[in-house]
């Protein structure tokens, strides 16, 4: 596709419910981020996969948040137990390369979470 | 982790030159200086980065002093279109967790 694409745009669910959250990065992107952005706020670092594997998964906030890559390429950010405080937007963001040092990051338009 | 600071908000008016400064002490030897702007309901735009001096695009001009310790982010005759939330991110390809981290940003408000 011409940009990342992330499913669904609005997702709401009730507290304690299991939800996942896809992206589909840019064709060739070996490099895959999700970040979680709360309303006013500058968006949060959660994980950082280069290829399959999650390089840097310092940011996921509790052992609720889980999230894989497979087949390098889709990924997919699982919550367990949705709390109220898990509301948010979720981007994924995607780059050509590992480590690079243009820094440029690719986003999506977002997941936005709403837990009743 | 190297933390940025920048103004929480910012008013300018159409056709005017906009700096947005973000001040960055503990900026590492390795580190680069990013800047991306974000709509609203849009996922961050990247701008521009730079290392040291003077970097210019389409779009913008960064300001890197020599001491590295601040930058300038310098929007040359705004728009209307450039009212959105502009964050300042300070890493290096070295320390990944730096690299993506996001303050707060500022918030420009492009008056006509």
């Known amino acids: 596709g011409a940009g990342v694409s992330q499913t669904p745009s609005n997702k709401v669910t009730e507290k304690g419910k299991y939800v996942e959250l896809r992206c589909d990065p840019i064709?060739?992107?070996?490099?895959l981020y999700w970040y979680r952005q709360s309303l006013g706020q500058g968006p949060e670092f959660l994980i950082y996969?280069?290829?399959?594997?999650?390089?840097?998964d310092s940011g996921l906030p509790n052992d609720r948040f889980f999230a894989v890559r497979p087949e390098g390429s889709v990924s997919t950010l699982k919550i367990q137990r949705t709390e109220r405080g898990d509301s948010a937007v979720y981007l994924c963001?995607?780059?050509?390369?590992?480590?690079?040092?243009?820094?440029?990051?690719?986003f999506g338009e977002g997941s936005r979470l709403t837990v009743l | 982790l190297a933390k940025t600071t920048q103004p929480i908000s910012m008013d300018s008016y159409e056709g005017q030159e906009v700096n947005i400064t973000c001040s960055h002490n503990n900026i590492a030897t390795n580190d680069y200086i990013t800047w991306y702007q974000q709509f609203p309901s849009q996922g961050p735009r990247f701008i521009i980065q730079g290392y040291k001096t003077k970097v210019t695009n389409e779009v913008a001009s960064l300001f890197i002093p020599a001491d590295r310790k601040s930058s300038t982010l310098s929007l040359p005759r705004v728009s209307l279109s450039d009212t959105a939330v502009y964050y300042c991110?300070?890493?290096?390809?070295?320390?990944?967790?730096?690299?993506?981290?996001f303050g707060g940003g500022t918030r420009l408000m492009v008056k006509p």
């Open positions: 963001a995607s780059s050509p390369v590992s480590y690079s040092l243009t820094g440029e990051l690719f």
């Open positions: 064709s060739g992107h070996t490099a």
């Open positions: 991110l300070v890493g290096s390809a070295l320390n990944a967790g730096n690299m993506l981290t």
């Open positions: 996969f280069q290829g399959t594997g999650a390089a840097d």
